[in-house]
């Protein structure tokens, strides 16, 4: 306790715990921004690297959940950084007037900077953002997929009616690698043109491509009070991937209408 009280009481210590304490801090932000930018890299890039339907952690946490943490570090750090004006207020007032004689203007100075900080600090409060359109990440796939529908297509077609024999055992296998094949066809056809962010939420699924938010629940095992909870979250609780929402939509879309 006495250690405690001689390094509030004594002002040096106390400025030089707040620097060690603002260096920690201020590596942190660094470290987990660089963490987001070049580890748990998004979208585009992931897919390219990894694969579809898969998302990064780090300690069980993904690049959205650690950039909650970069936020929450951030603040932290400029609580201290406002103690440490404030403990050297004075040095940064003598400072001030040897760098600025001039009284008026030193006062402009002052409240020029003041602003500029809180506007820089609030100015995501007082802004709309940007609508812009998205376009399909997996538009090249898509406009591949057509010359492979139309090969199998073609594949499957029979070929000489009169020829027709009974199947043999070589026949019924490659016939059956073959079903396998359109069926994994399909389901990538449907990926692509239903496509699926972890960003997204089930209503704005629904909405998008007009389907039942209910069928999706349904289909996923998702509580539908959670339907405004982003996908990307929801995977980890109730274990499904993206490409399982797009096949659910596809399901849907492909019913017969009674």
Same mark, same amino acid.
């Given at each position: 306790?006495? @250690?405690?009280?001689?390094?509030?009481?004594?002002?040096?210590?106390?400025?030089?715990?707040?620097?060690?304490?603002? !260096?920690?801090?201020?590596?942190?932000?660094?470290?987990?921004?660089?963490?987001?930018?070049?580890?748990?890299?998004?979208? &585009?890039?992931?897919?390219?690297?990894?694969?579809?339907?898969?998302?990064?952690?780090?300690?069980?946490?993904?690049?959205?959940?650690?950039?909650?943490?970069?936020?929450?570090?951030?603040?932290?750090?400029?609580?201290?950084?406002?103690?440490?004006?404030?403990?050297?207020?004075?040095?940064?007032?003598?400072?001030?007037?040897? /760098?600025?004689?001039?009284?008026?203007?030193?006062?402009?100075?002052?409240?020029?900077?003041?602003?500029?900080?809180?506007?820089?600090?609030?100015? *995501? !409060?007082?802004?709309?953002?940007?609508? *812009?359109?998205? &376009?399909?990440?997996?538009?090249?796939?898509?406009?591949?997929?057509?010359?492979?529908?139309?090969?199998?297509?073609? *594949?499957?077609?029979?070929?000489?009616?009169?020829?027709?024999?009974?199947?043999?055992?070589?026949?019924? =296998?490659?016939?059956?690698?073959?079903?396998?094949?359109?069926?994994?066809?399909?389901?990538? @056809?449907?990926?692509? &043109?239903? &496509?699926?962010?972890?960003?997204? =939420?089930?209503? !704005?699924?629904?909405?998008?491509?007009?389907?039942?938010?209910?069928? /999706?629940?349904?289909?996923?095992?998702?509580?539908?009070?959670?339907?405004?909870?982003?996908?990307?979250?929801?995977?980890?609780?109730?274990? !499904?991937?993206?490409?399982?929402?797009?096949?659910?939509?596809?399901?849907?879309?492909?019913?017969?209408?009674?």
């Amino acid at each position: 306790m006495s @250690t405690k009280k001689s390094i509030v009481k004594d002002k040096p210590k106390l400025n030089i715990c707040i620097d060690f304490i603002l !260096f920690g801090l201020l590596m942190a932000m660094a470290g987990i921004g660089l963490l987001i930018k070049y580890v748990l890299v998004s979208g &585009e890039t992931r897919n390219a690297n990894y694969g579809e339907n898969i998302n990064l952690l780090f300690w069980g946490l993904d690049r959205h959940e650690w950039g909650t943490i970069h936020l929450i570090v951030s603040l932290i750090f400029i609580l201290f950084l406002v103690l440490h004006i404030v403990f050297h207020w004075k040095m940064i007032t003598c400072l001030t007037k040897r /760098l600025i004689p001039n009284n008026t203007v030193r006062v402009w100075f002052n409240v020029s900077v003041s602003i500029l900080g809180f506007t820089m600090f609030f100015f *995501a !409060f007082l802004i709309t953002p940007e609508q *812009a359109y998205h &376009e399909n990440i997996y538009r090249n796939r898509a406009v591949n997929a057509m010359p492979l529908q139309m090969q199998q297509k073609d *594949a499957f077609a029979p070929t000489d009616k009169k020829k027709a024999t009974p199947k043999t055992e070589n026949e019924s =296998t490659e016939h059956s690698e073959n079903d396998h094949a359109e069926k994994k066809h399909k389901n990538q @056809t449907a990926i692509v &043109e239903y &496509e699926v962010l972890g960003t997204y =939420t089930l209503n !704005f699924v629904a909405n998008k491509y007009s389907v039942p938010c209910s069928h /999706l629940c349904n289909e996923l095992c998702i509580p539908q009070h959670l339907s405004n909870e982003r996908l990307g979250r929801l995977r980890k609780k109730y274990s !499904f991937t993206m490409s399982d929402v797009s096949k659910s939509i596809s399901a849907y879309k492909n019913k017969p209408q009674q």
